[in-house]
């Protein structure tokens, strides 16, 4: 081998070890992240909800994770499956309500004026009585509240004009329904506010002695919510005509027709700000960028939501819309990114704690003095937080795919929305009051696992609208909604805003 050769060699050698050092530096990168992914969704699943945390202690968690060690994960246990016949299932036919539960009744006569013939003027014949059952619960009683109907025909029955006159039964979302309204309102109230599944409800009808079919119960569930449908578009109106609205989604699985699985549909919800915290949930079937849009298509004013890029294309096409960035989520990337990289996530959430303190002073204020001290106080700790932001992205080299660079990319991209509540004193640092108002589904959804369908969904938003709001406002569900199903059928159109949850709950002042 000549001079020449030899420097070919050594030359090629050197390329070969920079290619090598090239792909270990890349798989290196690809590892580091790769940790921080897995330590993140171990976080998540076995460590605290809460993002609490004391500036004092960040420091200790190395020294605990190295004192404890690791312990293996045991092998599940195989378990022998017996396969199971499909049992043909019962025939069921009108509810039948057990003799042994109490008879209210309750007699429906016509007036006075009204048992008399309009033609003739003479006296309307009793024929028989129409006796209807319903069963009723009150607070910690079962009973059956029986109607008892006089019947009355013509003097002159034979006639071919006779007529027959009975009182009519009082108003139900349902027709015909063998439950009565404070039955149809307790199975919504257990259902969508305290989150019992039907199945569990059905278990409590038994131990009372009441055999309800699961399609009948889950009738009682669906039926009386959807003919409140007109009232659901008022709680539209009324949430879509404030200054400042506050928005979230949430997934919710759907049950697909004929295939027995599920695909994710979505919630959202919009939250009227300035006002009554009226709620209006909205389902739909995925997630695509125009659902918000056909919603707040003539809308105009502020909306508080999180970075998903479709409200980018609501905030793009809609010139009356003012985008406002949410601090919550800004803080939760550095909340995520702190065991990866310490010093400089504590640093940057204790410029976020002083932001949160100066607004915890003004709780309950005036808008005009909540803007003048954001003003003379946030504005400075704004400036200083992206000031130290900039520090940082120079200070060091930062993996375009950890955590660090996510929460540095999050803060950069909002940095306009995340300044937006200080110039207006009407407006929250945060979107916690749409994540708040999107909790009790989110609780919900673990016990009844999914809706059945577009209608279920329908009706899973509209219930949630009506209940949560109700909520919100300081009044009792049940009693809202036992009360709307009692006026709903012939409640005048034109005032649906007094069945809203603030006006209802004056009317009683």
């Excluded at 050197?14 to 921080?36: G, K, T």
């Excluded at 009372?208 to 919510?225: F, K, R």
């Excluded at 990337?333 to 932001?355: G, Q, V, Y």
């Amino acid at each position: 081998m000549n001079l020449t050769q030899a420097i070919a060699e050594l030359k090629f050698k050197d390329e070969q070890i920079a290619e090598l050092v090239r792909q270990n530096e890349e798989q290196s990168r690809q590892m580091e992240a790769l940790r921080q992914q897995i330590e993140l969704f171990q976080r998540r699943l076995y460590g605290p909800r809460s993002e609490k945390y004391h500036p004092d202690q960040l420091f200790l968690d190395s020294v605990l994770q190295a004192s404890q060690g690791a312990a293996p994960a045991e092998p599940e246990a195989t378990i022998p499956v017996e396969a199971s016949v499909r049992r043909k299932a019962r025939s069921h036919g009108r509810l039948a309500i057990p003799d042994c539960i109490e008879r209210v009744e309750e007699v429906l006569d016509l007036p006075d004026d009204r048992k008399v013939d309009p033609k003739t003027g003479r006296g309307l014949v009793k024929i028989r009585d129409e006796v209807s059952e319903k069963l009723a619960w009150k607070p910690g009683q079962w009973f059956v509240r029986r109607f008892i109907r006089p019947v009355y025909v013509n003097p002159d029955r034979l006639s071919d004009e006779a007529s027959i006159y009975v009182q009519p039964m009082p108003d139900s979302p349902v027709e015909k329904c063998k439950a009565d309204n404070s039955v149809l309102a307790l199975v919504a109230v257990k259902k969508y506010v305290d989150h019992l599944p039907l199945y569990r409800q059905r278990e409590i009808f038994l131990r009372e002695g009441i055999d309800v079919a699961p399609s009948t119960l889950n009738a009682w569930a669906i039926e009386p919510i959807l003919a409140c449908e007109r009232l659901y578009e008022a709680f539209k109106m009324d949430v879509l005509s404030r200054p400042v609205i506050f928005t979230d989604d949430t997934p919710v699985d759907m049950l697909r027709e004929g295939l027995g699985r599920t695909k994710e549909a979505r919630m959202w919800v919009y939250v009227g700000g300035c006002g009554p915290p009226h709620r209006f949930f909205d389902f739909t079937e995925d997630r695509r960028k125009e659902r918000p849009g056909l919603i707040m298509a003539k809308y105009a004013g502020f909306v508080h939501a999180d970075a998903y890029s479709g409200y980018d294309h609501l905030f793009e096409n809609s010139e009356g819309i003012v985008e406002v960035g949410c601090w919550a989520h800004a803080r939760r990337k550095w909340d995520e990114a702190l065991r990866s990289a310490r010093k400089p996530c504590t640093e940057m959430l204790l410029h976020i704690r002083a932001l949160y303190k100066v607004e915890a002073r003004l709780k309950g204020e005036s808008p005009q003095l909540r803007l003048a001290v954001r003003r003379a106080e946030s504005l400075p700790l704004l400036d200083k937080f992206y000031e130290r932001l900039t520090e940082i992205s120079a200070e060091r080299v930062i993996l375009p795919s950890s955590l660090l660079a996510k929460a540095i990319g999050y803060a950069v991209n909002q940095r306009e929305a995340l300044y937006r509540f200080t110039t207006d004193g009407r407006l929250e640092i945060d979107n916690n009051c749409a994540e708040n108002a999107i909790r009790p589904l989110a609780l919900g959804r673990k016990n009844f696992l999914f809706v059945g369908s577009p209608r279920g969904g329908k009706a899973c938003a509209i219930a949630l609208t009506l209940l949560q709001s109700a909520k919100a406002v300081g009044i009792n569900p049940y009693e809202y909604l036992l009360d709307i199903y009692n006026r709903i059928m012939s409640h005048s159109v034109n005032r649906l805003h007094e069945l809203l949850p603030a006006a209802w709950k004056m009317s009683r002042c």
